[in-house]
């Protein structure tokens, strides 16, 4: 969640998130693509410090370091490809029988509460576990619900359904 939120402060519109569980190649790859306002090489260098941040009510960033440290733990690593006025791409890859690779964690959860403070953002999000997939694309949601905000109790409560069904489908 704290990368997505590094990319709504970077006033990015769209987010894609891409979680691809490669089981048979023993390959985990997180992506995160923004098209926030992008990082200038300088501070691209500097970002996986943990005392380097673009934040003004804390001076350490501990996200991107942290997520390179546990990514390097299990036999992986995080790359950031970035360019002023484009955007920013994280990507991290871990072994994914790895011991020390942390669980995903509750993804649903992190994108219901993504949603309700940030109903404007557009979140597609790409699960894929071998060869399946399972797509969320909050445009097309946005689209079906018209005029209705993305971010009331009883919209929020479907879409933690949906994706939670999504995720059960997948994992079969």
């Not at 693509?33 to 990082?39: A, H, S």
């Not at 500097?46 to 733990?73: E, H, W």
Request: net charge negative; charged share 30%; with cysteine.
């Amino acid at each position: 969640m704290d990368i997505i939120q590094n990319s709504i402060r970077a006033k990015a519109e769209l987010v894609q998130l891409l979680i691809n569980e490669d089981i048979k190649n023993d390959r985990l790859l997180i992506e995160i693509t923004d098209d926030g306002c992008g990082m200038g090489q300088d501070l691209q260098q500097r970002v996986l410090d943990p005392f380097v941040t673009s934040r003004t009510t804390r001076k350490v960033g501990l996200g991107l370091s942290l997520f390179q440290q546990a990514a390097r733990q299990c036999e992986g690593d995080l790359k950031i490809k970035s360019a002023l006025g484009e955007g920013t791409v994280i990507t991290v890859n871990f072994k994914y029988s790895h011991i020390d690779r942390a669980p995903l964690g509750d993804i649903v959860g992190t994108i219901v509460t993504i949603l309700s403070v940030n109903p404007d953002l557009e979140l597609l999000y790409r699960h894929v576990i071998n060869d399946k997939e399972f797509v969320f694309d909050t445009r097309i949601i946005k689209d079906e619900l018209e005029d209705v905000q993305i971010n009331l109790p009883e919209i929020l409560s479907w879409l933690e359904g949906y994706l939670t069904e999504g995720l059960e489908d997948l994992r079969r």
